[in-house]
């Protein structure tokens, strides 16, 4: 009774007959029910809503990663495109120093590497470790007699010095040679090295395809090498947002398995 002075209207019949709806009272009933069904609905596209994720993900990565065997970018970025069809994925390639500035200001979400000198502000979550071999090329007189040298030979031979941070295992192995030429990535090394006029130290994944195409060749392979750790960076401490959270999950479930 109190619903029909509501509404206004009778909605059933009552009495020693029993009780029945009335015309208005089962065209009241089937608007509920309709009320019903579309709440619910609302309540489970706001639930999708929460699996659904929409917005941008801007990730840096340090140049010429992508040959690296252990994709777990590549593949980790895969799936999300694939699960999450709403979400633009925007990536930078840039130097080291860069990449952290600009996580540390919010510009990028997170950022893929070298671990060199770990910064308060930033997170680290390690992904694999490069090995980085010395390496000549065709036109070197070392070519072909890379492992027949003494380690106090290398000062007869020019040698490129990076010109972007490296680690101090790398700084080491940089002083047993006579540095005359720089470069600001490691494209640029491979340059130099090509020329067969320089000696240079290249991550062993990158400088590949010139080791087979027989156009370089490691020079002291047991000695002269280092490994440096690469990592994801994201902004400590910081609320990260839905899409970072996934990737990252993804991400772990993904190194876990392997």
């Known amino acids: 009774s109190d619903l029909e002075n509501r509404l206004g209207i009778r909605l059933c019949q009552r009495g020693r007959a029993g009780f029945a709806l009335t015309d208005e009272g089962r065209e009241i009933l089937e608007y509920i029910e309709v009320l019903t069904a579309a709440i619910e609905d609302f309540r489970s596209k706001v639930n999708q809503m929460h699996n659904r994720l929409k917005g941008e993900f801007n990730i840096g990565i340090i140049n010429n990663l992508v040959t690296m065997p252990r994709g777990y970018i590549t593949n980790t970025l895969t799936q999300l495109a694939e699960e999450h069809a709403g979400v633009i994925i925007n990536i930078s390639m840039s130097t080291l120093s860069d990449i952290e500035c600009r996580v540390l200001d919010n510009r990028l979400h997170a950022g893929v590497i070298p671990l060199v000198t770990p910064l308060s502000g930033l997170d680290y979550f390690d992904l694999y470790s490069e090995s980085s071999f010395l390496y000549c090329g065709k036109n070197h ?62 991550p062993d994944h990158y400088a590949k395809k010139w080791v087979e195409d027989g156009v370089m060749q490691p020079v002291l392979k047991d000695k002269m090498h280092y490994s440096t750790p690469i990592c994801l960076i994201t902004h400590k401490g910081k609320n990260h947002n839905n899409i970072l959270k996934t990737f990252m999950e993804m991400l772990e479930k993904r190194i876990d398995n392997n």
Do not use: M, V
């Open 141 to 202: 007189p070392l070519f072909n007699q890379c492992s027949n040298i003494n380690l106090n030979e290398l000062k007869k031979w020019q040698a490129i010095l990076p010109n972007y941070a490296i680690t101090s295992e790398a700084a080491k192995l940089h002083q047993l040679l006579d540095c005359k030429a720089t470069a600001s990535d490691r494209e640029g090394i491979a340059f130099l090295i090509l020329t067969g006029k320089f000696l240079g130290f290249l």
